[in-house]
């Protein structure tokens, strides 16, 4: 079986910081990529970041850079979310994702290019 279970979501004030982390077992547990997305009340799923096994590169959606980080433990097991200066904006529920096979090159920032998701967990930033 598959399973991503995150984790570390919660309420903080403007400025703040959380770290999001998503624990992989099962065949998630190869993954060559993993990511996280996030969906705001009422808005589609967007992209946040990204990070590749073969050579731990990342990348991450403009309205996050310089803000948030993306890191994967040793074991490529647990992948997280350093989430620092955030703002209102940012409220959302997050999703961790992963997909199986990498390109390199390839920038994998549409939800349709991951196939395994986690549940979710709320991320509630105030003003």
């Known amino acids: 079986q598959v399973q991503l279970v995150e984790s570390g979501g919660g309420l903080v004030q403007a400025g703040g910081s959380l770290r999001l982390s998503c624990a992989a077992s099962?065949?998630?547990?190869?993954?060559?990529?993993m990511g996280w997305f996030r969906q705001a009340p009422g808005k589609e799923r967007e992209f946040v970041a990204a990070?590749?096994?073969?050579?731990?590169?990342?990348y991450y959606a403009d309205s996050v850079k310089g803000r948030f980080t993306i890191s994967r433990d040793n074991a490529g097991n647990t992948v997280y979310l350093q989430m620092n200066n955030l703002k209102p904006e940012d409220t959302a529920v997050y999703y961790c994702?992963?997909?199986?096979?990498?390109?390199?090159?390839?920038?994998?920032?549409?939800?349709?290019?991951?196939?395994?998701w986690g549940r979710g967990t709320q991320v509630t930033v105030s003003s």
């Open positions: 994702a992963a997909r199986n096979t990498d390109y390199s090159r390839i920038i994998w920032d549409a939800d349709t290019d991951y196939g395994y």
């Open positions: 099962g065949r998630a547990v190869s993954s060559a990529v």
């Open positions: 990070i590749r096994r073969s050579d731990g590169s990342t």
